[in-house]
Structure formats: C-alpha cells, structure tokens
C-alpha cells in the first residue's frame, strides 16, 4: 500500500479484499479483521481503491442466500479423489433436503450433532447457510467464512452444544482457548424454567451463570438490553450485557454477550448464547443480524 502514493484508508467496513461476493471485513486503518461477515443491516461498506480486492472472487456459498452455490473442490494431492467423494457427499445431502422439504426450494441445512455424538471435524458440509439444532428446537444462520463447527467444550447451562466459533487467543493464563462463539441448546434443570412466564428470571440465571463460568474474574458487566421478544410467533427474553475486566495475560479486555431464551413448546426452552471479544468489536453487528433470523423448529 505504501507503494501507491495514496494515504491508508480510514476505519471502517469494506467489501472482503479475498473478493468472497456479499462479504466484508473491518479495516482498522492499518490491518484487516481475522475474519469476514455478511454486508448486512447496519453495516455501512465504504469504498477505497486502494483496498478494492485485488483478485476475482472464488464461487463460495453466500450465508445469507436462500439458494447457494455449490462449493467447488479443493485443489491439492488426490484432487480428483476429493472431487469425486465430494460430489458423491454433495449429491446424498440434496437427495435427502429434497426428499425431505418436498416441493419447497431446497435450502442446504445441516443437523447438529449430540453430546455424544460429537462432530468429527470443525468443517461445516457444503452448502451450509443454517445451523439447525434439533435438541433445542431452533434454526439461525451460519456466519461463514472463518467460523467453524463447534467441537470445544460443553456448557454447564444447556444439555448439548451446537454451533459456531472461531479462536481469538490460543493461550490465556489459565491454561484455555479464548473463542467468539454462537451456540445453542436446550436449557437444563436448575434456572429457575417454570413456563413462559418465567423467560426473564431463567434468562438472568443463564447470564449469571456464564458470567462465572467462562470469562477473566473480576470484571463488570453493563446491561445494554433486557427485553421481552417474540421469536417465530413464540415467546421468548433477551439479555445483552458489555463485560469488562482488567486481567494480565488476556488478549481481550471485556466483550459482548446476547443471551436469547425462546419458549419453543417444549419441556426445556431453547437458549442461543452469543459471545464477541472486544478484539473482535467490529463484528457486534451479528448479534442483531441472528437474533432476527432465529426461526423456531
């Protein structure tokens, strides 16, 4: 860039310099952002000629679309034995939505595995574009490039664990991986569920509970929302809070947490839990981009 003659760019939103369509990624005014996210509500894509993407996109699945394209095989040793058992994957997954959804227009989706049955690798299939965990009763989008399948760890709040996460930090003192993750599942006995009129009180159980189970003590937390929802015609509580801390050895010094807790008709509510590191700040936005697109099984 410094080659050009032209100043660096100011901070901000700008189209995925990969060249993945309907993508962008945050530039800090010096580097870009680990990962890429949807151009969506909220997000103003400014445009600078000096970050225009310098090479044409590759054919990737758009999270968002109704319809994605197939991906195409990696290249590599034994490409065409890749290929071949690829398409053979490709082509079972779109007999069985087909199969499955009628005449509906076939959305690629993938069935989130079991506590005990855990994924056997951090790759989503093919086509994903939702994550639709069947244990707790909800559906809501795949966030794409640089998230991968959750395989880390289970949660003391909810029964099983599907979702997505990316690793921000390898090692912090204690010894763990710090992750941004989006993950779901139904809640477990214990926060207080009684029924729908008891969304709030179980929601702040919840959000007590991964406040002392999963981030750097002491740290403060600042309640940003605690409102009642309507998810998919059922209802349902949300509890978004900034966290805070000043603990030596973390690469993050707080970040942002959405708990959402639907009532889906069943015995145990649903919970999808959202957690952004503040090294990550530029990627808050999802958290609404999810909430709206949560749909109820």
Known sequence: MTSSGQPAPPPGWYPD?????????????????DVATPAGPGVAVQQS??????RPAEPRPAPWADEPAP??????????????????????VLALVVGNRGGDDAVATVERPTASQPPSSSAFPPGTVRIIDQSA????????????????????ETATVAGQYFTTQEVT??????????????????????????LQATTT???????????PEPNERRIMRDEALTVDGRAAHLLEFQLSWDVEGYDASGERA???????????PA??????????????????????????L
Do not use: K
Not at 142 to 156: K, N, R
Not at 258 to 268: E, F, I, S, T
């Open 17 to 33: 310099p990969d060249g993945t369509p309907r993508m962008v990624r945050w530039w800090s005014g010096s580097a870009w952002s």
């Open 49 to 54: 000629p000096v970050l225009a993407p310098q």
């Open 71 to 92: 991906r195409p095989a990696r290249r590599g040793r034994a490409a065409w034995i890749v290929a071949g058992v690829l398409g053979v994957v490709i082509a079972v």
């Open 137 to 156: 009763g909800i559906a809501y989008p795949y966030l794409g490039t640089g998230w991968s399948e959750f395989d880390s760890f289970g949660m003391v």
């Open 173 to 198: 003192p204690d010894g763990t991986r710090f992750i941004a993750q989006v993950t779901s599942g139904p809640v477990v006995e214990g926060f207080g569920w009684s029924g729908p009129g008891s």
């Open 205 to 215: 159980a919840l959000a007590d509970s991964v406040r002392l189970n999963y981030y």
């Open 258 to 268: 959405a708990l959402l807790l639907v009532d889906v008709g069943r015995p145990n």
């Open 271 to 296: 919970l999808l839990y959202i957690s952004i590191p503040n090294t990550h700040a530029e990627l808050y936005g999802v958290i609404d981009q999810l909430i709206e697109a949560v749909d109820v």
